[in-house]
């Protein structure tokens, strides 16, 4: 018996870990910890893997993290190191690939219908009696519902709230929000916000008691006005059932008018931005096109659907938020149940559409290349030529690799420059270049669009497609709704036509641009457009290029992650939660402490420039700046040795904002075929390891994303505590830990 009693020291360590991991995990910490400590692991294996060629530990290390942040620089030649090296990165590039990190969470999102909620699939239940549920009906309800309702109880809606209250008096330019908590005591168990908000024009409004009477009433049922109102200041109650953050707003409304004088300090001095005269000509030029793109961009923030709109929906009354966050106070279990299996077959759809489309780009490209490269002698010197022999068959399953996950690795030394005239080869990588990066979430969706045109909507595949279209990112992180993919769509246009252009005109007259012929011009430019802002292929001598593309390569190789960065965010589910809804956020970012006078002077100072410091260095490019300035201090000899004029402050930081885009692209060594980062010190090589790995996170969710959300965050019970804590030792609002 006490040996039985006896704890299992194994299990409980286990036990613990596993703990520690649910408790403290997000997507984005998860996230950051397998990308660091893979690549040590891998650097190991990679270095007892040394053949006739040997490779250093700390060059193993860099092409490591290099291959897993899918960056592609390279300290190496790779044709020199072994089979099983060249195996270990390919395999490097696949799991540190953006399509294999989205597709591994629609995995755990399915698992988590099926297993935590025991949902059983809607069609199924037409077959096979409903089993008797296990699990709490709340998590259920989590699982699909809004993030407004995730500390709120399932219970029926009282009619008041769903009509609330309004009370106004006026006058007042434009409303200030503020909160007055007057909640009694444990009522936020019940109900998620059910204090009461106060709008009003006074920036004291949260101290200060406005009249109540008299006042203006708005019900379902009809209005009453006092006559009195309009001498009055305007107040605005509103009470339960409607969210508002808890931070002071402001909320303006579209019909305001503007006195002419005060247009003078908005913008930039008063001056009207480009963007801004583009739309007043478009508006006055062409007001049909203006309205419709209007229209589109706009996205309402409530909508009600009903069966008849979307054939994925069997009954009336859904309402839908912003970005489509369901409202499911009202819904019955049936509706509830079906409104989950809808959402479960769309990710068991992508669960097996993404690997699908995963293979099948980089299949199809593979079976253009490599059978035209392995029949063609034309480029059999250039194999020939390296240190060690690769097959042309593994050399375009690598290359094609490279080009889709953004690794831009290759095992020909010399990279593309060599294949300047295979037009093949370089169509066949272009188009795994767009499919992997700038146009995954175009081709995606287009295949959706395209299935579901073929199936037809009354078909179960049919509705399911319909929900991925409507509703892509409750689903998938790279999958938006039709107005943000064509607003991908015209960036890369836009990106592909500058790059383009530049390389065409700003060459003109370069020695190595002259002795080009007129067919390679063309497409080697349009590849090279292409390849900076993704894999980091060069198909011509960069060294050679002219000054201003250089730098143009360099804004673009920053910039390349901002549209679908930007579009993930503008697109989240969950963005109300980022701006505070469900509990009072510290600090915002642009917010002094609001505690800083409660200090001693000396502390005060010393707060408020950590404030400030933090604010700052959160920001991405001081990591690049910091990155910048390190390497040239440890890189002063070499900068200031008047024999390497080629080793220049540009170079290291065009080397280094290419290692913090991921892109790979690099001015390389006079004498050598790899990156400029091969001649670098080990120290300075650490750094950018560091650089690789932060730019590898950049725009990247940090865990409030729907289609991000680990199983243990979409557990009402576990947050409901959560909140608690935080709130347990104050009664003003403040969370504990700020207090």
Partial sequence: ???????????????????????????????LSFFTIVPLIASGIFYGCNGRFHVSYLDSLFICYSAMTVTGLSVINLSTITPWQQALLYILMIIGDFTTVSWIMVLVRKWYFRNVCEYLDYQTRHHHPRPTPTKSRTLFLKSISSPVNMFKQREEVPASEINPTFELTEPTPHVTMNVLTNDPAGEDEEHFLADVRTFSSSPQAGSIALPQEPTFSLRSSGIALSPTAALQPRTLTIREGVAFPRRTATIYSPHRKVDPDLKKFEGKGGFPTPMTLLKKVLKRGAPKTYRNIERKMTMPYTETLTAKKVPWLSFDGLVVGRNSAFRTETLTDEQLETLGGVEYRALRLLSYLIPCYFVGTQLLAFIILAPWLSATTHYNSVFASQPKMVQKPWFSLFVILGSYSGGGL????????????????????????????????????????????????????????????????????????????????????????LEWVAFEVLNIGLPFFEQMPKGPRVIDGLFQGLAVRASGFAIIPLTSTSPALQFLYVVMMYIAVYPIAMTIRSTNVYESESLGVFEEAPDEEDEEPADLQKLEP???????????????????????????????????????????????????????????????????????????SGGLRPLSKLVIIVIMIRGRHRGLPVGIDRSVTFPRELNPRANVKRKQGLYEENGNGIPAAQA
């Fill in 1 to 31: 018996m006490e040996a039985e009693a006896t704890p299992n020291p194994r299990k409980g360590i286990f036990a613990s870990i596993s703990d520690f991991i649910w408790k403290h995990g997000t997507f984005y910490r998860l996230h």
């Fill in 410 to 497: 290759s095992l020909v030394d010399a990279g593309m420059v060599p294949f300047q005239g295979a037009y093949l080869m370089i169509f066949a990588l272009g188009f795994v270049i767009l499919a992997g990066n700038h146009a995954l979430p175009i081709f995606l969706r287009f295949i959706i669009w395209v299935w579901y045109k073929i199936v037809g909507e009354n078909s179960e595949t049919g509705k399911t497609l319909s929900f991925l279209l409507r509703h892509p990112r409750r689903c998938f992180l790279y999958l938006f709704p039709s107005h943000q993919t064509w607003f991908l769509l015209i960036l890369l246009v836009i990106f592909s036509v």
């Fill in 602 to 676: 000396r502390e005060r100072i010393g707060r408020y420039l950590l404030w400030h410091l933090d604010r700052q260095m959160s920001i991405d490019i001081w990591w690049l700046v910091w990155g910048i300035f390190l390497v040239a201090i440890i890189e002063r000899k070499n900068l200031l040795d008047d024999s390497k004029k080629w080793f220049d402050l540009f170079r290291v930081v065009f080397e280094m904002v290419s290692a913090f885009g991921g892109i790979g692209l690099t001015l390389g060594l006079p004498t050598e075929n790899f990156a400029f």
